[in-house]
């Protein structure tokens, strides 16, 4: 199971200066909770055998209803709208964010794309 981590848990790894992933998902998005979810474990799988940690962090439980405003904020830190949005940290700094990456292949290809960012 993916950790689930609040905005304020997100920020305080981003200040450890490692590399993570952060899957910023909603309760209400079809293509974050059927779509991308059973595709997401191997991707999962994949990051952790290169030593990166992937976490979850829940924005919306309703359609257009953030959770806080500091989970507002998160999003829009991390590149907007567009569930569910898929961010690459290292040293405290967004290398790379991607929205609706959702099938096996495409994630695939995005932990191999991470990876590249990454030294």
Known sequence: MIQELSPAEVRERMEEKGAFVVNIVTAWCPDCTERQQPN?????????????????????????????????SLVNDFGGHGYPRTVLIRDGKVLDSRKEVMDGLALSMLADDFFKQLP
């Open 40 to 72: 997401f474990p191997e991707f999962v799988k994949k990051m952790a055998a290169g030593g990166v940690v992937v976490y979850q962090c829940c924005v919306q439980d309703e359609k257009l209803v953030f959770i806080s405003d500091e989970h507002d």
